[in-house]
């Protein structure tokens, strides 16, 4: 017996504290070890469900739990939608085309295929989850891009399939499920298809008025930026409601498209709005599939069993791959991306809601196998996450398709200094490029042979001609106060605000010139002003390397080079640093250090960056 088994229960607003903080708790855990945060969330869910009854999702929430993970599934693929840009789709639209119109229908009939050979289901069950099972989970495949540092191209096929299958998926399963009523029932065929055909653009055009007269409202003024989310949320419930009451599951269908509809009106407060969405869409991720998972009984869980193990593994070997290189057949995609994107595709939370939500009702009609889709999908879920979290990165490498070693640095500003720090560490084998809206100042990086990208690093095309994946922080080093802090302002969200640097700001003349602390990036080159280094350039200062060893540590460096200004540390295991504050009392030998001085502070002057 688990322990606690006997308890009456925990309160709601108990429980939904337990949820809330194992979630946060666990996606904290997942970025801080780098590990597949929605295993951990399966395993918190297992722990506090069947394994030690603390919490039991249908006693605690009672009629409450079915409604909450509806409008929780809704309003994380209406996030999703908001993604769904079409500038972003460029050099990949002909991929993602072929992965919907042809995959869906592959996908679906391969998975019903191994359902019923390798899983032993009938067929009602198995066309039933087969649908389910074209979906990859939005929510997992962006942690898993971010971590392996795709190229864009392959990046945003995964990511584009795994959105627009979402709501597919869910209605692919919703017409095979009716085909199963009718043929328990006496409805004509006619009947039933043409209802659910007027559902299914009900709904899409429903998400599509709505998305259009917010976006509209939005940018005419008619709604206060402070009330903007609140009527986005009220709209998103609204219109998934109104659908849902056309069709069952139709809602997904409607919150998706208006979240494209949103995503492409280019409205000003857009990146705001999306911003606070994907805050709450976390904290729903995580509390949806710790209540599923918690939800599992020990009788659930034994039906996993070795048909389960098989199963999951003719999915992710063969039934995945085999769908997309058929799909992609006749394109210009490279065959090592098709390899790429075929090779993955990790299940998410949707799959789960859906595959109980549909598994319960299957069951109530008398098809008893209908009790192993839950179980199935917990397990497909936690085997392609957790494979797919620890290889994807590896294989995008063996395939070209990702960058190397240390995620690399963009410098904003073809400045003197900044080149030679560029200079400096790439000569660490560290990926950098500079950016400058100015083509002639761009000369000097190109005349350092050092990569470049031509236009502003704020701008349309720079999220279109950079490979962003390639790179985790950003350096604002050009000669305009005001721009370096707009620069690391804007891209803090994006990178995270400890990765975002910048030069000190001129003094300004009073209060009311300055600007707030919340603005801009972390201050590094020990406080100077561009002028201020702009004007040491000039008189001989350049950026230098100096490699330290037990024998000549940073005590005998600070004895030569007293007023040189140390910017990074890079240690033993090719991590670099930037020294934002105070110099560490010690560092590791074997480290090297990037400083800014003149040739009077080594005994022996070496050429600009070179090593001493």
Known sequence: MAIGAESAGLEPVTAIALVGGLGVAAQWLAWRFHLPGIVLML????????????????????????????????????????????????????????????????????SALALHVVGGLSWPSATVFGGIMIVTGPT??????????????????????????????????????????????????????????????????????????????????????????????????????????????????????????????????????????????????????ILLAANLDSDTLALINWHAVALVAVVILIVRPVTVLLSLIGTSIPFPERVLVGLTGPRGVILVAVAGFFGDRLVALGIEDAA???????????????????????????????????????????????????????????????????????????????????????SEAAEHSVEIMQFSRVLALTDNDAYNTLVATDLAPEFGRNNVFQLARSAPEGKRHSLPATLGGRIIAGGLTCQDIALRMEQGWDVRSTHLTKAFGLKEWHDVAQDAVVLAIHGPDGTLSFVTGALPDTVAPDSQILWLGHSRHVKNPVAPSGQD
């Open 43 to 110: 395993a918190a869910g297992l722990l506090i469900g069947p394994g030690l009854g603390i919490l039991d999702p249908a006693r605690d929430f009672g009629d409450l739990l079915t409604p909450f993970v509806s409008v929780a599934v809704a309003i994380i693929l209406f996030e999703g939608g908001l993604t769904l840009d079409f500038r972003t789709l460029r050099g990949a639209e002909q991929g993602v085309r072929r992965l919907v119109m042809f995959g869906v229908p592959i996908g679906w009939l391969l």
């Open 140 to 289: 997992v495949i962006a942690p898993l891009l971010r971590q392996a540092r795709l190229n864009r191209r392959p990046a945003q096929l995964l990511q584009w399939e795994a959105i627009i299958n979402d709501p597919i998926g869910a209605l692919a399963a919703v017409l095979a499920f009716q085909v199963v009523v009718i043929s328990a029932a006496a409805v004509s065929v006619e009947h039933a298809v043409w209802s659910i055909l007027q559902g299914v653009a009900a709904a899409g055009a429903a998400g599509a008025c709505a998305g259009w007269v917010l976006a509209g409202s939005f940018r005419r003024g008619y709604v206060p930026e402070y009330m903007k989310v609140p009527v986005l949320f009220a709209g998103v419930l609204a219109i998934f409601a109104i659908t849902e009451s056309v069709l069952r599951e139709s809602g997904l269908l409607a919150v998706t498209v208006m979240g494209m509809v949103m995503a492409n009106a280019h409205l000003p407060s857009y990146a705001e709005l999306r911003r606070f969405k994907e805050h709450a869409t976390i904290l729903l991720v995580s509390g949806v599939f």
């Open 372 to 458: 192993f889709l839950t179980p199935f999908a917990f397990a497909l879920v936690g085997a392609s996450v957790v494979l797919h979290g620890f290889t994807l990165a590896p294989l995008a490498r063996v395939l070209g398709l990702a960058g190397r070693g240390v995620p690399g640095l963009i410098l904003a500003g073809s400045t003197p200094f900044a080149v030679a720090l560029a200079r400096a560490i790439r000569d660490l084998d560290i990926n950098v490029i500079v950016t400058d809206s100015n083509h002639a100042r761009l000369r000097l990086a190109r005349d350092a042979a050092l990569p470049v990208f031509w236009g502003d690093i704020l």
